[in-house]
């Protein structure tokens, strides 16, 4: 029998909001991803997070694999979940 602590080991580690940001931009199925919109509070956590050789890209080239997703600051967003993902319009065939 395992002890419930093992089982679930990786619950309290940190948030990593610039993963989370991705993995959700980049959902299967969905359209891809144009830009993403944060709140500048998940903004700031975001760059607290980076190592400092990290913030620089995340800032000029976003996030995310290259060419990375744009970052848009929008303090109009509600508090949650403090983002949006603003993704491509579907490709329509021409008649």
Do not use: K
Request: aromatic share 6%; net charge neutral; no cysteine.
């Amino acid at each position: 029998m395992t002890s419930p602590g093992a089982a679930h080991a990786t619950h309290w580690t940190r948030p990593d909001i610039v993963g989370d940001l991705v993995a959700f931009a980049s959902a299967p199925g969905a359209a891809p991803p144009r830009e993403i919109h944060l709140r500048p509070e998940l903004y700031a956590r975001m760059l607290a997070q980076l190592a400092p050789g990290d913030r620089p890209a995340a800032v000029e080239r976003g996030v995310g694999p290259p060419p990375g997703i744009p970052l848009v600051l929008d303090p109009e967003l509600p508090a949650f979940p403090g983002f949006e993902v603003v993704r491509a319009r579907p490709y329509r065939a021409a008649a």
